[in-house]
Each structure stands twice: as structure tokens, then as C-alpha cells.
């Protein structure tokens, strides 16, 4: 599987997931790109009013900041984005089991959205990142899915974010988002 990097969040991270990583981005403001900052989501959790504040609005994504096997975490409205760029693999895993027995039946291609050409690019996948059963922070790159895992409870969810095994009721959300060019995403 492939690798991600430099994640400060192991706040719900199981035993098996030591070692994993992904990059947290905090927006600077309404409709702000991406900066190079990166900061904890403990911390950030901690920052008040003023962090909620900044973190409101919509944020705007470039897309080339995120390497293939990479995650990127940004702040949106007080929740956790998980920008995925998925692997051929990952999308391949995705697609094939558009068919399967589904708790919460969606086809891979329903939780993308066109880019300005019409066109889906399954590469990014684009998710709220908490847990449809009681808000955790679920974990890239594991469970049995080899999708997203969230230890607080045993759910699974596979490459495409949809719950597979566990407690959760639903798929992780995909939020309100539209691309403004080929490489970048404006969400919210
Ligand atoms: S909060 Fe994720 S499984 Fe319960």
C-alpha cells in the first residue's frame, strides 16, 4: 500500500495504525489556498473561536499539493477534510466493488465530482473525515478494506469511504465541493 506522510494526529489511532501518516493544512481564511503550514489536529481542536472562525467558509484546494498515495487533511467549518489521491490501485478496488453487498449502496463515480470538462478524475477523493457513527477521526490506510478505520467503535470503510464492517450507519461524507480549475477544488 502506499505511503503517506507526516500526520500529528494519533489521537484515535489504534495500535495498528502506528506509524501512519498524513498531512494536516489549516485554511487561512474563507476561500484561502492551501499554505505550507501544517499543524496538529489536537492543537487546532484546541484553537477557540478564532480557529472556527477562520476555518468557516469555503477553502480552496490545490490539488497538486497531494501526491499520489498522500492524504491531505484541512480544516473546513470545524470538521476534518480528507483529500485522498488515490493510488490505481485504490481506484481500481474502488470501482470493482461498486457491486458489492453495501450497507450504504453508492457507486464509486457517485461520490466524485466533474471537473470543468464534465469529466470525473477518480484520483482525489474528497471526503468529511468523521466517522458516521459518533464523530471519531477515522485513520487512513487501514481496516479491512484498506480504505479509512475508525478505532473508536471497529468501523470500516474502504477506498471509496464507504462503511463495509462496523457500527456506522452511513458512508463518510462527501462534502459540497466544485472544481474551479483542472488542479484545484473550492469546498464549500
Ligand atoms: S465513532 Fe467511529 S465507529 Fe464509533
Same mark, same amino acid.
Given at each position: 500500500? $502506499?505511503?503517506?506522510?507526516?500526520?500529528?494526529?494519533?489521537?484515535?489511532?489504534?495500535?495498528?495504525?502506528?506509524?501512519?501518516?498524513?498531512?494536516?493544512?489549516? &485554511?487561512?481564511?474563507? &476561500?484561502?489556498?492551501?499554505?505550507? /503550514? $501544517?499543524?496538529?489536529?489536537?492543537?487546532?481542536?484546541?484553537?477557540?473561536?478564532?480557529?472556527?472562525? *477562520?476555518?468557516?467558509? $469555503?477553502?480552496?484546494?490545490?490539488?497538486?499539493?497531494?501526491? +499520489?498515495?498522500?492524504?491531505?487533511?484541512?480544516?473546513?467549518? #470545524?470538521?476534518? =477534510?480528507?483529500?485522498?489521491?488515490?493510488?490505481?490501485? +485504490?481506484? /481500481?478496488?474502488?470501482?470493482?466493488?461498486?457491486? /458489492?453487498?453495501?450497507?450504504?449502496?453508492?457507486?464509486?463515480?457517485?461520490?466524485?465530482?466533474?471537473?470543468?470538462?464534465?469529466?470525473?478524475?477518480?484520483?482525489?477523493?474528497?471526503?468529511?473525515? =468523521?466517522?458516521?457513527?459518533?464523530?471519531? =477521526?477515522?485513520?487512513?490506510?487501514?481496516?479491512?478494506?484498506? #480504505?479509512?478505520?475508525?478505532?473508536?467503535?471497529?468501523?470500516?470503510?474502504?477506498?471509496?469511504?464507504?462503511?463495509?464492517?462496523?457500527? /456506522?450507519?452511513?458512508? *463518510?461524507?462527501?462534502?459540497?465541493?466544485?472544481?474551479?480549475?483542472?488542479?484545484?477544488?473550492?469546498?464549500?
Amino acid at each position: 500500500m $502506499s505511503n503517506t506522510v507526516n500526520t500529528e494526529n494519533h489521537a484515535h489511532e489504534g495500535p495498528q495504525d502506528e506509524g501512519k501518516r498524513d498531512f494536516i493544512f489549516i &485554511a487561512t481564511g474563507a &476561500a484561502a489556498a492551501v499554505g505550507a /503550514a $501544517s499543524l496538529a489536529w489536537p492543537l487546532v481542536n484546541q484553537m477557540g473561536p478564532a480557529a472556527d472562525t *477562520l476555518a468557516a467558509g $469555503s477553502i480552496e484546494i490545490d490539488l497538486g499539493k497531494v501526491e +499520489e498515495g498522500q492524504q491531505l487533511k484541512m480544516l473546513w467549518r #470545524g470538521k476534518p =477534510v480528507f483529500v485522498r489521491h488515490r493510488t490505481p490501485e +485504490e481506484i /481500481a478496488k474502488a470501482e470493482a466493488e461498486d457491486a /458489492a453487498d453495501l450497507k450504504d449502496p453508492a457507486t464509486d463515480n457517485s461520490r466524485l465530482v466533474p471537473m470543468p470538462d464534465g469529466k470525473l478524475n477518480p484520483k482525489y477523493l474528497v471526503m468529511v473525515g =468523521v466517522c458516521t457513527h459518533f464523530g471519531c =477521526v477515522p485513520v487512513g490506510e487501514a481496516g479491512e478494506f484498506d #480504505g479509512w478505520y475508525c478505532p473508536c467503535h471497529g468501523s470500516h470503510y474502504d477506498t471509496s469511504g464507504r462503511i463495509r464492517k462496523g457500527p /456506522a450507519p452511513t458512508n *463518510l461524507e462527501v462534502p459540497p465541493y466544485t472544481y474551479v480549475n483542472d488542479t484545484t477544488i473550492k469546498v464549500g
